[in-house]
């Protein structure tokens, strides 16, 4: 499957159908919507899967040298890091 160019609704919608988030609607996430200690109650195997689900749908390699705990505080910090590795990927 080729990599998706990166949407912040696209991300949204990933993270819900990833992490099997039932009672989740993607459209009332918010950007500044923190992933981990927020509403969402996302633990660690839930991190695993998430950066398998961006490194498939995405195009992308997390590696963990490269990633902060910032870079998965909220959608928006999520979506940037995405953003550039894509860009970094993909010239």
Known sequence: MPAVEITRQDLKEMIVSSLQLEDVNPADM???ELLFGGQFELDSVDALELV????????IKIRSQ??????????????????????????
């Open 52 to 59: 398998v689900a961006i490194e498939s749908r995405y195009g």
């Open 30 to 32: 918010k950007d500044d």
């Open 66 to 91: 490269d990633v902060q705990a910032r870079d998965f505080k909220s959608l928006d910090s999520l979506y940037q890091m995405i953003r550039l590795s894509q860009k970094t990927s993909h010239p």
